[in-house]
């Protein structure tokens, strides 16, 4: 059975339409096992344990069952993430599957695996300051400017002038994170021009850790006397922050909350309940399948594929490679592109309020 698995076809939709290659690797050498080390950054950001983590290691059994795959979690510390990388290099690491714990910080692991002649994978996070192989991201400028518009429709429908805007961004260090806000602005930044909006709470959260996210939310509402018209964010589980904020307060579902990303069980729950109103499904299935067919050619001395590459992410070494992969915006309007997917099901979503006018019709 394992044969055929070998020959399994990679055919990811991306923007470019790069990636209908066969993954199907070259026959592996009788070099013995080979070693993939998978650097997670924390676990504040629940998909990379919950969903990237298994669905990276199961793909490249298929792609590649000579490798083995260590997962070591840097949980939120850079430095933690160093001495891990280093470790790996002293373990006799093949390939580094890498998401950075703060990129600001990763300079010293990338320059590490590089002398060691390690090649590194990035994986949804930048990393700079070094040099890296190839990078596998959603596109995060498309991400902000699905996010901004879809704030922006919300605010067009409120009624007057100078609504109080709320604003929690992720982590600073995240070439991501910066990217969100350059999308969000575009949209945003009109509205406080023309005096649409006034931003009167913001800030960027360490580690996107959602209890940072919540506090920071209630914080903004004992000052503005919770007159505050919409929370726009970065990804679900800030929101999820937020939303617990506003719960505690008997507003979750009457003050919006926007900016989810990720698409999350616990946001999309949220969604049907009617208490977060957005997030950007990105198909985690297919980041991870890119990133597994990447490092199988790297491990069979392959390199990475031209034909995969549709962009380049410049890490203040150089231009690294990278895949860009495509979002999608999912309301409780459209709900269903999920469920199709395959990720999960109705029941799973309207678990928690069965009654909710999403989910009646639904189980």
């Given amino acids: 059975m394992r044969a055929g698995l070998r020959a399994f076809c990679v055919a990811v939709s991306v923007a470019a339409a790069a990636l209908g ?3 199907a690797p070259a026959p592996s050498a009788d070099d013995g096992a080979k070693k993939v080390y998978f650097f997670l950054p924390n676990t504040t950001t629940t ?10 290691t199961d793909f490249l059994e298929l792609f590649a069952p000579e490798a083995t795959v260590t997962v070591r979690n840097a949980k939120g510390d850079p430095a933690r993430q160093q001495d891990q990388v280093e470790s790996a290099i002293s373990d006799g690491a093949s390939v580094f599957v890498l998401i950075s714990a703060d990129a600001r910080f990763s300079g010293g692991a990338l320059t590490a695996a590089a002398r060691a002649h390690v090649p590194v994978v990035l994986y949804d996070h930048d990393a700079v300051g070094g040099p890296a192989d190839v990078q596998v991201i959603f ?12 704030a922006a429709d919300l605010i067009a429908a409120m009624p007057g002038d100078g609504l109080k805007i709320a604003r929690v961004e992720g982590n600073l260090g995240e070439y991501g994170t910066r990217q969100f806000r350059l999308g969000q602005d575009e949209f945003l930044q009109p509205l406080a021009d023309s005096g649409k909006i006034r931003v009167v709470c913001e800030t960027a959260i360490d580690d996107w850790d959602p209890a940072e996210g919540q506090a920071f939310a209630d914080q903004c509402l004992t000052r503005e006397n919770n007159d505050v018209a919409l929370f726009v964010t970065m990804n679900d589980d800030l929101a999820g922050g937020i939303v617990a904020a506003l ?11 926007t900016g989810g990303q990720d698409a999350n069980l616990a946001a999309l729950q949220l969604i049907a ?44 070494y150089m231009a690294v490679p990278t895949v860009f992969l495509p979002v999608q915006n999912i309301t409780r309007d459209n709900l269903d592109v999920v469920v199709n997917s395959g990720f999960y099901t109705w029941q799973q979503i309207c678990a928690p309020d069965p009654a909710s006018a999403v989910c009646r019709d639904r189980n």
């Fill in 47 to 56: 998909r990379f344990t919950e969903r990237d983590e298994p669905l990276f």
């Fill in 139 to 150: 596109d995060p400028l498309e991400v902000g400017r699905r996010q901004g518009s879809r």
């Fill in 247 to 257: 719960a505690d307060r008997g507003l979750a579902g009457r003050i919006p909350v």
């Fill in 273 to 316: 309940q009617g208490t977060l109103d957005n997030t950007i499904f990105k198909n985690l299935s297919d980041q991870a399948k890119v990133a597994a067919h990447l490092t199988t050619s790297i491990l069979h001395g392959e390199g990475v594929p031209e034909e995969m590459i549709n962009g380049t992410i410049d890490n203040q």
């Fill in 21 to 23: 290659a066969c993954a």
